[in-house]
Structure formats: C-alpha cells, structure tokens
C-alpha cells in the first residue's frame, strides 16, 4: 500500500516532494491531537501547529459548512464577517497595530510586510537572521538561510542569530554575549546604510523557531527593536509559528520582550483552512494600498472570516494559552530532567507548547548527532508519538502539538520518551 | 448601514481596499447564480468564475465538511486524496503534463511557474504582453501592466496584444498582422537573448483575458508557441480565468489552438475554497523540486484534494462544458444583434462563458467611453445584474458568471441589457 502511494506520489507531483519519517506515514483521520493510520493505529499528534485547536475541531467544520453554504466571494463587496474578524484579530495586539491586510499563506502575508516596509522607508534593504526561513516565493526566498547556507542578495544582509548554547563569544557574560550580538546588527545596518538599497527594516521570527528556539540573551529584542527603528527602519515580527498561543500568551513578541512595527500571521489561523495575514498600524497598510491596489481573489472572504473567528473564540473560550502555559512548562521541565544521565541531550529549550530537545555527541564539544535525532524521531513515531527534527543542523528535537495537547498527553509521551532513551 | 461598513472598511482594512460599483454592494446570501443583499434583494451573478459550479453548492459544502470533520493536515505524510486529485487534473491535459505543483493561489501558482521556466532553461526573461496582470508578489507584479502602464524590469519584456479591433497595423488583412505580432515577439525575443538574462519562456493567458478578451488574429497562438519553443523557451499557458470549462471546453489553449509545456490553474478550482495548481511534464516539475524542496503548508492537503475532485466531478456530471458553450454562444449572438441601433457598442467578443462588449464614442476612433460604462455596469446592478468594466481603457462590461448560468438567466439578463442600452 505504502509502496504504491510513494510509487503514485513520484508520478503525480513530482520526485522528491517532502515527506518525514524514514518509513513514511500513512493518514486517513484525525480528532483533537490524535491521527491515525488506516489500521486504525493511533498517534498523538506533537508535530502540528496547524489544526492549533484541534484536528477535525467540530467549531471549525461547522463555521466552514455554515459559511461555505450560505456566501463565499471575494473582498469586493461588503461583507460583515471580515470586519468582525479584522476587528478581533487587531485587538489581539497593542494599540499600534489597527489595521490588517488578510491573504492566504505565511509566504504572501511576508511579501505584504516586506513591500509595507519598503514603501513607507522608501528604502530595500532587509536583515534576517543567519539561519532562517520566511516562506516560497522568488523574494521572500531571498531570506531563505535554513543550515546556514549562503544566499547573497544585494538587499539583504543576516546576522548571526542570538543564542547561548553555541554562542559566538565563548566565556562571555550574558550581557556581553548581547552586546555582541547587537554589533553584528549594528554592523549589518550600517552596511545597508552605506549601499544603495539603504535599511528598510529587520524581520524576525519572534521566538526564532527555524532556528532552534535558542534562549536569546536578555534583552536583545527589544535592543534590536530600538536600534532598528533609531536608523529609520521598522520592525516586522514574523508570528506564523509564534502566534496564537503557542507560547502560553498570544504572541511570541511578548515572551521575547518587544513591540513590532508589523505582524504577520498564518498557519494556525484556519485550524487548516488557508489564511495568513500582516497587521499593522493604518498608516502603514494605507500606504501599503495606496502604492499597490492589493487585491487577493481568495482572502478577506466570508469563509476565511468565519472560520478564522471559530478559531479565536475557540482558543478564548477554553483558556488554551494557560493550558500551553502549564503543561507546555511542565513538559520542558520533565524534558530537562532527563538530561541527567543522557550525555547526548545537549541542551531543553522554548516556551509553552513549542520545544527543542538538542541531540548531541557527547564529545565535550557539543556535536550535532542528526543520525541519533532521526532516530529518536522514527522510534517516538513508532511509538505513537509524531514528532520531526530542526534547528540549523537538524538535531533539534521538535515539539509543537495542537494546543489542546493536555497533561495526561504529555504524561503518556515521557514515558514513551523514557523507553526511546533508554533505548539509545 | 453601508455608511457604518464603509467607515469600519476604512479603520480596519485600510483605506483604499477595493470595492465594486459606484455604490458599493451588500452581500449576505448566495444561492446557484444568485446573491441576495441584507434586504433580500437578489442580483444575478454575471461576474464571479471562482465560484464556477454556483454560489453555496451543496457538493462543495458537503466534501468541505466531510474532509474537514475527517483529516486535513499537510502533505509531508501520505494521503490518496491529493493523489486522486492530481491524477484527476493532470487527466484532463494532453500527455505531456504529467506532475503538478499544488498551491494556495493563482499568485503562488505563477511564481511556481516562472520559477520552472527558469531552472529549466538556465535563464531568466520573461516575455509578456504589455496589458496583463498575473498575481501580486514582488516577482509576479514585475510582469504586471494593466492600463498599459510601464513597468520595466531587466528580467521582462512585453509584447502589444494580439487583436484585430484596434490593431497595431492598420488595414492589414488578418495575415498580415498576425505576422506583425509575432514580428514583435520575435523582437522581445532577440531582446533577451542578447541581454545577460536570455530567454527563459513565454506566459500568457490563454484567451487574454485582463487584455479585454480580443479577438487574436489566427495562427497568433499556435505560431507564437512554436516560436518560443524554437528559441529555447518554454510556453506558459495562464488558464486562472480561462480554464475550467470557462470557454465551453476544459482549457483556454484549446479554444485558442496551441499547446502549452506549463499550466497555471487558480480561481475556480476550490469554488471558493483557496487553492491553485502549477502542472507541467515530470522533468519539468522534478527540476523544480529539486532546486526548491518547496513546500506549501496549506496545499496539497486532504482539504483541497475533496473540494477539488468535488468541483471537476461536478463539472464533469452536470455537463457544464456543454452549457457553457451553447448559452454562451447564444448570449454572444444576441449581444451581438445589439451593436445595430447604438454606436457606443463597439464590440462584441469572448468565448464561452467570458464576454466582453467593448463601450466606446460614436466619434468613428473607437474612443473608449469609461464614464458610460461604469454608468451602464451600475444600471444593470440596480436592475440586478451583477458585472464589471475590464480591458486596457476599463471600457469593456465583463460578463463572466458562474458555469451554471442557463438560458433563462441569460433571456432575464437581456430583456434588462435592452432597458440599460434604451436608457442611454
């Protein structure tokens, strides 16, 4: 069966479409953060920020069939929903963000931002960080840095991303290790400054989860921030992993301590119904509509208002940032435990429901062990637990369930986690 | 009411987010061709081709629902729906497109396309025509030139349009000018090739649809594909707007007689739900996998495989293509007949279910009148038909409805055409 379906898949879209797994996985189901097989084997799912409240969430199929049954167009016309939505989702955040341009993946709401910066600066020039990934498209690619490959564009420059585990002053104190961090920021703006593209604005993830989740020294966001906008740029908090509740609190930019200029959203948005989008202040997406006519024939529609208001409510009415609070503090403490005695876990980071066990050699110098990861990550699946692997050398164990991911889940995963371990 | 949606539009959109009619239009309801505003009013949809198999249909509903209840998770495990879907698709193509590259939008869709295009030639240079649009990321927009404004761009070259009515060379015979196009396509070409970008391929929408639907001097296509070909470029057919049974039968390039090595298919597919597709040979679509390993969180998901194979089997049950073909040739002719008695009708043109009659002065130039017909697109909204003004000048009414509209719709439509025309 598996054979064949591969087989058919090199066919019809092509050789070499990503799959995860060494045996890939077969779906047919899913129910809240359960998935299953078609021999009815269960697995929780601890991979997908997707389906945030759930897979088959019964709130979303209903506001889709309720929606989709009564009038789905384009933003031509006037239409209630998306002003009720547009109108919850900007109160999500801070008074400077009023306004938002919806669209239908993280990749267009990314262009949206980078074009919003652009045009208010008058300027081209983007830093990202060294490690990252913001989406598909020719410009967004530009970013594109995953492994820490080379990617030059004369508009773009990374820096270093922020981290204490491997960091690139060793000895240092935490707040020298920011400075430096800071300089190479400071150094990639100036950079820009000096070149013809000039500095429109930094993007970030806000918990730099293609990174790794590294632990960020203190206080470097919101320096970053500051030292972005004292050289005319702005601040573009990309929040498609870190949003919505993954970290315990709406957004990742409160955990890591800073205010973006921009916000842009997407996967968990639709609980899987395609829909991103970037926020801003008025001013910013005025001048945004002003310089483009942006018009997206499947965004701003009545479906993607309804579902993706199911979908906030849903996440308010049950109280899921202080369930991702608590059990997501939970697990990572119960991952850190198991450190002792396991010289291969490197290093337990990331907050709320969005964390990275390091595998490591245990060589004293902190070696990437991608092989011992992969393994780790086929045994848990085989185990019923779907996990995948990340970080620039791909040895981070990643975990990232739906936020209906409860206590008794992450119980029935540390001892599933246990048996893995003891295994190696 | 509308007031207080306009002002809350204006705060939580941004200002300038476009709208229809000189009196914007409430939606509330959709039904098969109709739409009712929050008094009940109902309209008949002349204008909307994404929801192709009619507003609100309950297949669509039903497959939504089902698959949504059921499983929709990305497409890094294994699932036959997207299989079914892209085996389904491809199916309706000749033999040479074999894979196909799903996305969220006929924007992604493009990028895809001229991404392809240009792993697979080792060059860069797009060739286009000088009044199109084809999606609104940064790459993308370099191609766009509605109202025939400039847009220029190391990487692009544009081409005048194909047509008869208001041709680059007057008083040629039909012959004559197809020679004169191709000579400008040959032109671009040689542009390219002696520039560092070389060519890479030519796109177009199969039946030039944001060019104002013209009548394409014979052999253009066919000619004009053989050419790229011939120079080392591949030809991407744009079917978002002339695909799916759009023109009485399933492909634009079929009507307009060449055969295209890359397809872009976008707005119809999902019926509203957002989804869009890139198809081209198996080389073409391995080449692109891999130099991108591109992934799409929301495409290729067991969503849009329901809802897509939900809307070709309609299509194909109903027997839509055979509609579109005869009320759409019967709505022409009697579009047609019009011309006699009022000068500002200029043209009658289109296939299928896409016409387009062309409002111009009775000054014997051909003036385009954009002030009659905006004021005749409003009228007909007021006796509730809903349309819109398109082409290079914005001086042609568009009328473009779902491809369930029937005969009576088209008999009700022209008893108020002839009150709208009496009236002028």
Redesign the interface.
């Known amino acids: 069966m598996?054979a064949e379906?591969?087989a058919?898949?090199d066919?019809?879209?092509?050789?070499?479409?990503?799959?995860?797994y060494t045996t890939?996985?077969?779906?047919?189901?899913?129910e809240g953060v359960y998935?299953y097989d078609p021999d009815g084997r269960r697995y929780v799912d601890m991979y997908?920020n997707?389906?945030c409240i759930g897979?088959?969430n019964?709130d979303?199929?209903e506001a889709?069939?309720r929606q989709?049954?009564?009038?789905?167009?384009?933003?031509?016309?006037?239409?209630?929903g998306?002003?009720d939505f547009?109108?919850r989702l900007?109160g999500l955040h801070g008074p400077q963000i009023?306004?938002?341009?919806?669209?239908?993946?993280?990749?267009?709401a990314i262009?949206v931002a980078?074009?919003m910066a652009k045009f208010a600066t008058g300027r081209q020039g983007i830093i990202c960080t060294n490690a990252t990934y913001h989406g598909?498209?020719?410009?967004v690619?530009k970013l594109t840095r995953l492994s820490l490959s080379q990617n030059a564009s004369a508009d773009v420059r990374s820096i270093p991303f922020p981290e204490t585990y491997r960091p690139i002053l060793e000895g240092a104190t935490e707040a020298e290790l920011c400075d430096a961090y800071l300089a190479r920021l400071e150094e990639a703006i100036r950079s820009l400054q000096a070149s013809p593209e000039g500095f429109a604005g930094l993007i970030l993830c806000s918990i730099l989860a293609n990174e790794g989740l590294p632990d960020i020294p203190a206080g470097f966001m919101a320096r970053a921030a500051a030292m972005t906008r004292a050289a005319g740029g702005l601040v573009i908090a990309d929040e498609v992993q870190a949003g919505y509740c993954r970290t315990g609190t709406w957004w990742g930019y409160t955990v890591s301590g800073f205010t973006p200029d921009i916000v842009v959203t997407?996967?968990p948005m639709?609980n899987?119904?395609?829909?991103a989008a970037t926020a801003a202040s008025?001013a910013l997406?005025?001048e945004?509509?002003?310089r483009?006519?942006?018009?997206?024939?499947?965004?701003?529609?009545p479906?993607q208002a309804a579902v993706g208001l199911a979908v906030i409510e849903y996440i308010e009415r049950e109280n899921l940032a202080a369930n991702v609070a608590t059990v997501g503090a939970g697990l990572k403490a119960a991952l850190t435990t198991r450190k002792a005695g396991h010289g291969f876990i490197g290093d337990v980071r990331g907050v709320g429901l969005f964390l990275g066990v390091e595998i490591i050699r245990d060589d004293g110098a902190k070696t990437p062990d991608v092989e011992r990861t992969v393994a780790i990550v086929d045994a848990l699946k085989d185990r019923g637990f779907l996990t995948s692997n990340a970080g620039i050398f791909r040895n981070v164990l990643k975990f990232r369930p739906p936020l209906v991911f409860r206590q008794e889940h992450a119980e029935a995963f540390l001892e599933a986690f246990d048996a893995v371990l003891a295994a190696q």
């Open positions: 598996t379906l591969l058919r898949r066919t019809l879209l092509g050789t070499g479409a990503p799959l995860f890939p996985l077969h779906l047919v189901r899913g998935l997908n997707v389906p897979h088959a019964p979303v199929v889709m069939a989709q049954g009564t009038l789905n167009v384009h933003s031509r016309y006037l239409h209630e998306i002003l547009a109108e900007t009023e306004s938002v341009i919806v669209s239908c993946s993280g990749t267009e262009e980078l074009r598909n498209s020719e410009a690619s997407g996967k639709g899987g119904l395609p829909m008025k997406v005025d945004f509509r002003a483009t006519r942006y018009f997206n024939t499947f965004a701003s529609s479906l």
